[in-house]
């Protein structure tokens, strides 16, 4: 039996606040573990808290082609991705902390926004069929490409963007954390056909 087809696996479009509550706390834990090492520690016990992204899941849910799905597995959330149309502009990185991205090139695509699975959870084939329901979404919405953004040194995240037809198209966005540390996000690309 396919992962899809077991009893009990549930995606569901995010629009109540224990929906978003959820997802911000699989982005948390997510988040704390793919950027450990990348940015500093005070500043992540800081702002990294589990109910950082509660508002943010919810202004992209009243967006129009924007979407926060929620994956459980008998009732437990155990992944989260949002996606819609690219972000331009400067953009709230949740928590306040606004980002000016760079997507001149990229008016009209799709984007894979955020991607998280709680921690203990990976290695399950839970991210398989949160992304192809993403990407399956975003074709629907008439996307005909799509990009994400990993951090450079995120090689696990890489291989299994790879595996799923993404490829880094050479450019990158820099993001700045205070004081001083700046993370490489990687801009993986992908034909929706």
């Known amino acids: 039996m396919e992962l899809r087809d077991r009893p009990g696996l549930e995606i569901v479009e995010a629009s109540t606040q224990e929906h978003f509550r959820a997802m911000s706390l699989i982005h948390a834990q997510g988040w704390r573990a793919a950027y450990r090492d990348a940015v500093p ?7 990294i808290t589990d109910d950082r992204w509660v508002e943010t899941f ?8 924007f979407h926060c799905f929620l994956l459980l597995d008998e009732g437990k959330p155990v992944s989260c991705i949002t996606c819609g149309p690219a972000r331009i502009g400067e953009q709230n990185h949740g928590g306040g ?8 090139g990229y008016e009209g695509w799709g984007e894979v926004i955020s991607f998280y699975t709680m921690p203990g959870e990976t290695g399950k ?7 192809d329901h993403c990407l399956s979404q975003l074709r629907a919405d008439g996307f005909r490409q799509a ?13 299994f963007y790879a595996a799923h037809g993404f490829a880094w198209d050479g450019t990158h966005q820099d993001i700045p954390f205070p004081p ?14």
């Open 147 to 159: 990009y994400l953004f990993v951090l450079r040194e995120n090689e696990g995240a890489r291989r």
């Open 41 to 47: 520690a005070d500043w992540m016990a800081e702002h």
């Open 125 to 131: 084939g839970y991210g398989a069929l949160l992304m």
């Open 180 to 193: 001083d540390t700046v993370c490489v996000d990687l801009r993986y690309v992908k034909d929706l056909g």
């Open 58 to 65: 919810r202004d992209y849910a009243e967006r129009p082609r």
């Open 97 to 104: 902390m606004l980002i000016q991205f760079d997507a001149s």
